[in-house]
């Protein structure tokens, strides 16, 4: 996983701590057409510009919990700690919770009420500065492994709620009233979204998944028959001497965003017909659900000892201009011995071992293989993500070693005629740095495109889409019904909210679980508090349990 979220997760407690205060409620009081300013109102709109609007003169702030956080014991601690700061003193403070059928409109249940302190904290006495503390039970409305969505409101508003990561927002920013359209969620219609990550085995948390399995299986007879329609290379030797002959780029990391494996990476180029062709072969290390550091150390070794050869498989991509002729992009596998093999397992179930299409996956997600013809259509080669791997702390294999040459690797990705999200993120990683032409250029693992730039969208991009979706959603096209499904802004993404929740949280058909489509990727989703920032920007219609 790559998520670089901050999420915190000291806002529960245990089971033996007493109440402060209690709910003042029968179990079946609900609050209809979501009270105050929300009137029932549809999933929060794109807000305008950098910033939120300001607070009106009376208003409160929710300091914790926020948006992101997590827990990941749920037997252990069952008690949501509400705190944070109004204007007003004695004003009584409401906490509700989303419940069945979790429907924004009409299913905000009053959990607990208590009020403001008497006493000022200190500060600007035009700030929020009467405390208030409810320690509330949410163990009746908090799926085990799911989401809990809260919403707290006093004198008839919703307070502003905050990201997990508001501190780093906020430094510097005194006024509360300054903090909250600086650095306040927009989405008050969901309210304060948190993420249980208390989930069962590994081996259970997806039983519904189908891993790689988006483009259909084929017969290794079909695999065959394509490699001799594409004139494979027989041996790894021969796929380098023939496709990976000029600006030959090297580098090795672990790959922690799809697969979750070791590889030593070479990409270089190769005259073809009237243009420039680009070659990869990438071997492969460690096992899948193994360990991070011995596959890690392993393609090291396999690096430092010039083996190129992996412990399990290597895997090889060619481009051949232009890339809208069948077979423009190729792929082939070869195994430990460094020979054509026609199955490749990539998760620990086995599950799509087909080539070329559990590749087309993620290589052209909109790619597809007729075994009919033996030809691949719009596959894509992919960019080099730093956030996406994680590397060693050996002289010569740190990321800072490495960096010009995964600069230089994304700008070979540039020469593979990639669709405009590749292009984009290619050339917004390098952007602050002179660009991806440019010798030292660095990439920013925190870029955001200017289509998620706005506040609460880019916090899910960050959280959701960077580490779990932009791989291989950059490589739609534009154009056609495949566009929608590039994420390269967030009107877009919200435009297909009813069917990302089915295919992620589950929509009870066979597809239940179906992205992220590969097994690391799933299973650091579910650890991660990305679906606690889905939840707060989608109309997430459950809980999202595994």
Same mark, same amino acid.
């Given at each position: ?19 402060? !205060? ?41 300091? *914790? ?84 969505? !809260? $919403? ?15 501190? *780093? ?24 979204? =948190? ?11 997806? =039983? ?25 290379? %027989? ?60 596959? !890690?150390?392993? @393609? ?41 093999? &026609? ?35 719009? %596959? ?31 700008? =070979? ?43 609460? $969208? ?15 959603? @950059? ?12 994420? &390269? ?33 799933? =299973? ?5 508090? *990305? ?13 999202? &349990?595994?």
């Amino acid at each position: 996983m790559a998520s670089k979220s901050r999420a915190r997760t000291g806002i529960l407690l245990g089971l033996g701590t007493s109440l402060l !205060l209690w709910a003042s409620c029968t179990p079946g009081d609900v609050l209809v057409g979501g009270g105050g300013d929300d009137d029932g109102a549809p999933p929060d709109p794109e807000p305008d510009g950098p910033t939120l609007p300001p607070p009106p003169p009376e208003f409160g702030v929710v300091t *914790a919990p926020r948006t992101g956080d997590t827990i990941d014991d749920q037997g252990a601690a069952a008690r949501v700690v509400v705190e944070g700061l109004h204007t007003a003193a004695g004003a009584e403070v409401e906490v509700l919770a989303l419940v069945a059928p979790y429907d924004r409109a009409t299913s905000w249940r009053v959990i607990a009420t208590g009020v403001t302190g008497a006493a000022a904290e200190p500060g600007d006495p035009d700030e929020p500065r009467y405390p208030f503390r409810l320690e509330v039970d949410a163990s009746a409305v908090w799926p085990r492994a799911g989401l809990l969505s !809260l $919403r707290v409101r006093a004198g008839g508003r919703d307070l502003a709620g905050f990201f997990a990561e508001a501190e *780093a927002c906020w430094e510097g920013v005194a006024s509360w009233r300054e903090r909250v359209p600086r650095c306040g969620s927009p989405f008050t219609s969901a309210g304060i979204v =948190l993420a249980s990550t208390d989930l069962p085995r590994d081996d259970q948390v997806a =039983l519904d998944a189908r891993y790689l399995d988006d483009k259909g299986r084929v017969t290794p007879s079909d695999t065959a028959a394509y490699y001799q329609a594409i004139d494979a290379p %027989a041996t790894v030797a021969e796929f380098r001497a023939r496709y990976v002959i000029d600006d030959r780029v090297d580098t090795t990391y672990y790959n922690v965003g799809d697969l979750g494996i070791g590889r030593e990476m070479h990409c270089g180029t190769f005259p073809s017909g009237g243009g420039t062709g680009v070659g990869c072969y990438v071997a492969n290390y460690g096992t899948f659900g193994g360990s991070r550091a011995q596959a !890690l150390n392993a @393609a090291i070794r396999g690096s430092q000892n010039g083996g190129s050869s992996g412990e399990f498989a290597t895997v090889a991509m060619v481009y051949r201009p232009p890339v809208t002729a069948p077979n423009a992009v190729q792929f082939v596998v070869y195994g430990a011995d460094e020979t054509l093999v &026609t199955e490749a397992v990539l998760d620990t179930h086995g599950d799509n071992a087909s080539i070329p299409n559990n590749c087309l996956n993620c290589h052209g997600s909109h790619g597809e293989f007729d075994a009919a013809t033996r030809s691949v259509r719009n %596959a894509r080669f992919l960019p080099f993500d730093p956030a996406a791997f994680a590397f060693a702390d050996v002289p010569g294999f740190r990321r800072s070693d490495q960096e010009d040459a995964l600069r230089r690797l994304n700008a =070979l990705i540039l020469r593979t005629e990639p669709p405009p999200g590749i292009v984009e993120l290619v050339q917004g990683m390098y952007a602050g740095t002179g660009g991806v032409a440019a010798a030292g250029a660095v990439a920013d693992v925190d870029f955001v495109p200017p289509g998620w730039a706005s506040p609460g $969208r880019r916090e899910a991009y960050r959280e959701v889409v960077a580490p779990f979706c932009r791989s291989c959603h @950059a490589s739609r096209e534009v154009g056609g019904a495949s566009e929608m499904y590039d994420f &390269t802004d967030s009107v877009r993404f919200s435009s297909i909210a009813f069917g990302i929740a089915a295919t992620v949280c589950g929509g009870g058909t066979e597809d239940v679980h179906r992205m992220p489509n590969a097994e690391a990727a799933q =299973l650091a989703f579910w650890r991660s508090p *990305a679906r606690a920032y889905l939840g707060a920007m989608i109309d997430l219609r459950g809980p999202c &349990t595994p």
